[in-house]
């Protein structure tokens, strides 16, 4: 078997970061384990499961939202409160015991309970509609906030003194409390219900709490989560995603465990922080998500024989996009990570470029999800552009207020610096579909915008060459940003350049298909020792 122990946390807490339906999300949450997930469970490639160490009560919407709603998991908090549901269950809160005399206010974004002219509770919904949590008000301040799980419970109940959060219960299916989590970091475990239930598919049984109060929350779920790792197999294999909540966890209870971490873009920077190189020493291998992670793993002391490998958590493939068949030529620039000063030497070159090429625009792009980033971003431009004696109106939103004269508009300074604004995968793919050229100045280029592009057959222009840019053959390496203006000639202004740049890219995404990682994690999987004959299709190991 093949555990997957995921780093899915709210910051650092042992907590879901599930959102409110009308809440912008401000990253994605697709990450290394998700994509390994999904590349386990839709190529059968052995018996896996997911080892949860969060709080997720909406565990089963965020499964729905990855693809891979009936991948098979235990939950230590389902574990804590001896929850043995399995389904979704529809819960309305019109089923809830509201007081007679209660009001029901719809507001665009909530539900507004009201009883006697006075806010008696806010209710709000995830983004599938269903029941997340409902805020009860006294003298109008919180006093209480209860939290339901997707399966049709309450799951944990928050108790507020004058404003402030005082402590979480956390309930069974019956609505008994198992653990008090207080406000300074110690719990309390119900003297009368003070056990915990430990499940497969041939034990069921209830375990006592060792202690009736912890130091932290973190103290109980070792406790249980090691009871748990009794009823595994030492043949068994763990990949663990490397997170600074919980690799000091695990490092304690899976010495002497065949394991495998996962690192993935910045979640755990290592340089500097020697006890973490150390849990990761007594690994059996390392997987990084790009060759710059597995470079800068390479430099820790204590890891350079480390058994190691860069397996990309995404795949490519020929899914052509629609750049050709608009009437403008659009430059994706990423411009999140750019060193010093690259900023505006770029924007200069672009706007150079732009003065000469008509059809040609620049589409700022950025994963940061605040709501000002676009006009942060374009003020910056606007300067820059200024300074530079060029029209800064290049560089500004889309007038909602267009005029109903076309003369008016063609006397108008064209807008020719967009701001695109992308954080989930669907978003992004989207986004590149339309582009004509990539150019990413950054140190480390943007891993799933390469991989974007090589599917979609976008040339690129980078600073160095990659796994997925060969220099002369998909793409340019610009070292001198003077000439990146003959880049964009380069590609922009000859259709046979551009045409040998998708040629070339296929050709190079025909390295880096599924079948290639499935082919990777094979030859992990088999160096830690699990399996010498594993195979796609096969889910049992020999």
Not at 82 to 109: C, G, M
């Amino acid at each position: 078997m093949l555990y997957f122990i995921p780093a899915w946390y709210l910051k650092n807490e042992w907590k879901e970061d599930e959102q409110f339906w009308y809440r912008r999300r401000m990253k994605t949450e697709t990450d290394d384990t998700v994509k390994q997930i999904q590349l386990f469970q839709r190529n059968s490639i052995c018996e896996y499961k997911i080892l949860l160490l969060s709080y997720t009560p909406n565990f089963r919407h965020f499964l729905h939202r990855q693809g891979v709603f009936r991948v098979p998991y235990w939950s230590v908090f389902d574990a804590i409160q001896e929850v043995q549901r399995k389904k979704q269950a529809v819960l309305s809160f019109h089923n809830l015991n509201w007081p007679k005399d209660i009001e029901f206010i719809y507001t665009p974004f909530s539900i507004v309970a009201m009883l006697n002219k006075e806010k008696y509770a806010l209710i709000e919904f995830g983004e599938y509609g269903n029941l997340i949590q409902v805020n009860l008000y006294r003298d109008g301040q919180i006093s209480r906030k209860n939290i339901y799980d997707d399966r049709g419970f309450i799951s944990c109940t928050s108790v507020y003194e004058n404003g402030s959060k005082a402590y979480d219960q956390y309930l069974t299916e019956k609505g008994v409390w198992k653990l008090c989590h207080f406000a300074d970091g110690h719990v309390a475990v119900n003297p009368r219900s003070n056990q915990y239930l430990i499940r497969t598919p041939k034990i069921q049984k209830q375990v006592p709490f060792s202690k009736n109060t912890y130091g932290s929350m973190e103290e109980v779920i070792e406790e249980v989560f090691k009871k748990a790792l009794e009823t595994t197999r030492h043949a068994d294999m763990f990949c663990a995603a490397v997170h600074p909540q919980h690799l000091g966890l695990l490092g304690r209870l899976l010495a002497g465990r065949k394991t495998c971490f996962s690192v993935f873009e910045n979640r755990f920077p290592l340089d500097g922080n020697q006890a973490a190189v150390e849990i990761l020493s007594r690994g059996d291998y390392i997987v990084t998500d790009s060759e710059e992670n597995l470079a800068m793993i390479s430099r820790q002391k204590g890891l350079e024989n480390a058994a190691k490998k860069s397996i990309p958590p995404y795949d490519t493939r020929m899914d052509p996009g629609i750049s050709q068949q608009l009437n403008v030529q659009k430059i994706l620039f990423p411009v999140d990570h750019l060193p010093e000063g690259i900023l505006e030497g770029a924007v200069k070159q672009l706007a150079a470029y732009l003065e000469k090429n008509k059809d040609a625009r620049v589409h700022l792009f950025t994963r940061n999800a605040e709501f000002n980033r676009a006009d942060i971003l374009l003020t910056e431009v606007r300067e820059i552009l200024r300074r530079s004696d060029y029209p800064s109106g290049w560089a500004r939103k889309e007038d909602s207020n267009k005029s109903e004269n076309p003369l008016d508009e063609e006397n108008q300074i064209p807008i020719l610096f967009i701001v695109e604004q992308c954080v989930d995968e669907l978003s992004v793919n989207k986004c590149v579909r339309e582009q004509r050229l990539l150019v990413d100045l950054a140190d480390t280029p943007d891993l799933f915008l390469q991989i974007s592009c090589v599917s979609m057959g976008v040339p690129q222009v980078l600073r160095t060459a990659t796994r997925y840019m060969r220099s002369g053959k998909n793409g340019r390496v610009n070292t001198e940003l003077a000439k990146l203006g003959k880049d964009l000639e380069y590609y922009l202004e000859s259709i046979g350049n551009w045409n040998e740049a998708v040629i070339q890219s296929y050709e190079l995404g025909k390295n880096h298909t599924t079948q290639y990682l499935i082919k990777q994690w094979k030859e992990v999987i088999v160096s830690i020792g699990n399996s010498t004959g594993i195979a796609a299709g096969n889910r049992r190991f020999q």
